[in-house]
């Protein structure tokens, strides 16, 4: 056998050895423990049969009345109810409520893993359960890169929340602004006609008020005065109320 073929006959048995390790990094033992699982709670949660309640480890799909909890809860009922899954308990057996904490396989497919390539769970890591840390976070940027699932639907609605609450803020500050102008316009229709009372009212007991000839020679200021009170108070009470200065 020439120097060339061992070089390459090794070059192919050390990618297989890698490929095996990573398909081992991925899910349980062919030979680990298998249960069937009897009811799913929701996305992360099922009962099976000897382990009782089962959490998946490091993965956190939608609370309920959260978006997209309806649809990780059926992922995980259409692939794991009724099934008889292998399971790797974690380093740390059980949580604060009780709960086995395991990643489960069916068919050599780690569900856990499939929650968030599928875009139906984020990542979750609470030591010392994280042995698959780093594939599950490739997993997530994978399906966040691809808009899967929740990256897709529940992102979007963000986005039209957010939408949503700018255009209420932009209506409150038109509404400040019109009331603002309001305001200003009934303050020159009062101040307009404190002006027009004072020009056309008689003053005193002199020579005017006695002849009288003050109001007439008054008659053609009022009468360029009334055309700019009546813009003033048609702006303030609109056009269609008639409007006596």
Known sequence: MTLRNRLVIGGVLLASAGLAACAGEDSPREDAPGARVTRVIDGDTVEMERLGKVRLIGVNPPEKNRCYDDAATRFTRDRLEGQVVQYEMGE?????????????????????????????????????????????????????????????????????????????????????????????????????????????????????????????????????LEPLLRDLLRRRYGDGQRVDP
Request: hydrophobic share 30%.
């Open 92 to 224: 740390e057996p059980k949580d604060r409520y009780d709960r086995a904490l395991a990643y489960l396989s069916r068919e050599g497919e780690m569900h856990n893993l499939a929650l968030l390539t599928e875009g139906y769970a984020k990542v979750l890591t609470i030591p010392p359960n994280d042995k698959y840390e780093e594939r599950f976070e490739q997993a997530e940027r994978e399906a966040k890169k691809a808009d899967s699932g929740l990256w897709d639907k529940c992102d979007r609605d963000a986005i039209r929340a957010r939408r949503a609450a700018a255009k209420r803020r932009k209506e409150k500050a038109e509404a400040k602004r019109l009331a603002a102008a309001e305001r200003r316009t009934a303050r020159r229709a009062r101040r307009a006609a404190r002006a027009l009372d004072e020009l056309t009212q008689p003053r005193g007991e002199g020579p005017c008020g006695i002849s009288g000839r003050c109001e007439d020679e008054l008659t053609q200021p009022r009468e360029e």
